[in-house]
């Protein structure tokens, strides 16, 4: 019993190793059999090879021979569908060339340049592609295409290349605020539908609504494009569009959707307009008030000049105010701060500052802060005189017209901007003054102004009549011209200039009586409407064709609005201005231009540091 069990051990151990060894002996011989086959055959199709490798030769030949000839490229298109892919290459000229489905066909290679960019092919024979044949990977790179495909069967297909030009890649470039964008029109879409569910009573969807409508406006924030939304935020999304197909499905009808959505279109209209309106009145409310830190500092000063003796209150150098041989500047102002950086630029820019003679006019309300404030901060060696135009005995006979200057901007209305047109009763001693408006600052040497010849013309300005740029003004804008009067007398069309940094030839000023054809045209506009409220349009009237034009570079404006300008003209303008609404000394100013004006205000004062008046 024992013997027979152990020949049956010894019998399933075999059939166990004969199950294991036969088939590793089975597979060695058909491998063994398989690489002579291979051998054989690779022996037998070594001439197709060769012969296969003369034909590329040849065909590269042809390629380089077409690209010496200069014929013109194909353009290729790819198509792909789902049972077959095609590429096709359409020429301008000579008909098409096509490798399609079942069809063998040879490319034809053409070398080649068009307008929009170059494109080569490198291509080898085709053969046949079967109708499944799919398109696997298309890849750019370097402002190339390459395109490969793969048969059912590993046979591969011929690889393009193409390079394309930057206005093709451009056009495929996709939006980079696409999403952003995107999740704004969801929240539109949800509010509309939670008005829709708020009067239906739907109060499920209204939480719901509600929920997606806060998680979204979160996730966007201030996000302007998409790289700066993150996944989490983008999830979002869906689970938006989900709540939005939701609530479609309870709310189909499209009708009340388009009615909806025009009543909010035109209520964000209204929104905008009146916040529009807001922000122009509140920015013209700015320019007009005077800041607490500026009404701070006159005060101060104001006190101080009180306290003065009679004697201590007058300026040194006054013998120099009607010299006729030094240089003369002016300017009118009721501001401290702004006359003063105004002087204080000229002064330090000047080549010769001994020879400066600067007059500031003011109202009786601020000549004594004015004067208090070049007594305790006197320019260097030049010399200024402030006057107070109250005291000018021939100012009262023409007050009465001059307040009749209807405007609510007291820039326009200030009997200060019309004193300009006084200049040879102000001055009867002098022949040439540089006019300077206070919200100027001064950046190179002015005393070649005096020099030019004015050739019998009165003002010399900088002209405003090109379009391309910023300070563009025309005459029609700003002066009635339906008027007979004005029609008869003015050419809509002659070139503006501006006002701010001005050549006064006084004697030619006098001579032709100036100031009483501005007081004509100022009574005939107080009596109906010629032109706009301001001195601008008056001078262009009083002064016309009497105006000589001045180098660009001698005057430069639009720092007082938001404007575009360069930073190499504006450090070769001899003067900026900062005419607008955003003068530099207020809080609306324009922070990037503040900079130029900074530097000439003494906020190193103790009166400025005490007033919290800073740069």
């Not at 150098?317 to 701060?337: A, E, G, I, K, R």
């Not at 030049?382 to 209807?406: G, P, R």
């Not at 009083?542 to 930073?567: I, M």
Request: aromatic share 10%; charged share 25%; proline share 4%.
């Amino acid at each position: 019993m024992k013997r027979f069990r152990r020949w049956q051990r010894i019998f399933i151990l075999f059939l166990l190793s004969l199950s294991v060894f036969a088939p590793l002996v089975l597979v060695s011989i058909r491998l063994k059999t398989l690489t002579s086959e291979g051998k054989n055959k690779f022996v037998e199709d070594l001439p197709s090879i060769m012969q296969q490798y003369k034909s590329d030769v040849i065909l590269l030949s042809a390629v380089g021979q077409e690209a010496r000839e200069g014929v013109k490229e194909p353009r290729p298109e790819v198509y792909r569908d789902q049972n077959y892919s095609v590429v096709n290459f359409n020429q301008n000229q000579g008909g098409d060339s096509t490798v399609q489905g079942s069809r063998t066909s040879d490319v034809k290679v053409e070398s080649g340049s068009e307008r929009r960019g170059t494109q080569q092919l490198v291509g080898e024979e085709v053969k046949p592609i079967k109708p499944r044949e799919e398109l696997v990977t298309v890849k750019t790179k370097d402002h190339s295409d390459q395109i490969s495909s793969q048969h059912d069967h590993g046979v591969r297909a011929p690889r393009l290349t193409v390079h394309h030009s930057n206005n093709s890649r451009n056009e495929t470039r996709k939006a980079t605020d696409e999403k952003v964008k995107q999740m704004k029109d969801q929240v539109v879409r949800a509010r509309a539908y939670l008005s829709f569910a708020t009067t239906a009573g739907n109060t499920h969807l209204v939480k719901e609504l509600k929920l997606r409508i806060k998680e979204v406006e979160r996730a966007m924030g201030e996000a302007r494009k998409d790289s700066e939304l993150s996944r989490g935020r983008l999830q979002k999304m869906k689970y938006m569009e989900s709540t939005l197909s939701k609530a479609s499905h309870v709310y189909p009808d499209c009708s009340n959707m388009v009615n909806k959505l025009r009543a909010m279109t035109h209520s964000a209209e209204e929104q905008v307009q009146s916040q529009r309106k807001q922000t122009t009145f509140l920015t013209e409310l700015a320019g007009r008030t005077t800041p607490k830190g500026l009404h701070c500092l006159s005060m101060r000063l104001t006190t101080d000049y009180f306290m003065l003796q009679p004697e201590k209150q007058m300026l040194p150098n006054q013998q120099n105010v009607n010299n006729p041989d030094f240089h003369h500047y002016v300017t009118f102002s009721d501001n401290v701060l702004a006359a003063a950086v105004v002087v204080n630029s000229t002064v330090s820019n000047a080549m010769e500052p001994e020879r400066v003679v600067f007059h500031v006019v003011t109202d009786s309300l601020n000549f004594p802060t004015i004067s208090m404030w070049f007594l305790l901060n006197p320019p260097g060696k030049a010399t200024i005189q402030v006057l107070n135009m109250q005291d000018f005995q021939w100012w009262n006979m023409f007050e009465s017209s001059q307040e009749k200057q209807s405007s609510s901007d007291p820039r326009y209305s200030s009997l200060l901007n019309h004193l300009r047109f006084y200049l040879p009763e102000i001055f009867p001693q002098l022949g040439k003054i540089v006019f300077l408006d206070h919200d100027v600052v001064v950046q190179k040497d002015l005393s070649g102004l005096l020099t030019i010849d004015m050739k019998g013309k009165v003002n010399g300005a900088v002209e405003t009549c090109q379009e391309d740029k910023s300070s563009f003004r025309q005459m029609a804008r700003f002066i009635n011209f339906s008027d007979p009067l004005v029609a008869r007398k003015f050419d809509a069309n002659t070139c503006t200039w501006a006002f701010g940094m001005n050549l006064f030839d006084l004697r030619q000023w006098r001579h032709h009586d100036l100031t009483s054809s501005y007081r004509r045209f100022l009574l005939k506009g107080n009596g109906r409407p010629l032109w706009k409220a301001g001195s601008l349009p008056l001078g262009w009237i009083t002064f016309y064709n009497r105006t000589l034009p001045l180098d660009q570079r001698w005057h430069l404006l639009g720092l007082g609005f938001d404007s575009v300008l360069r930073l190499e003209d504006i450090e070769q303008a001899a003067v900026i201005h900062y005419d607008g609404i955003m003068k530099p000394w207020l809080d609306i100013g324009i922070k990037k231009y503040k900079s130029y004006w900074n530097k000439y205000a003494n906020y190193d004062h103790p009166y400025m540091q005490q007033c919290n008046l800073h740069g």
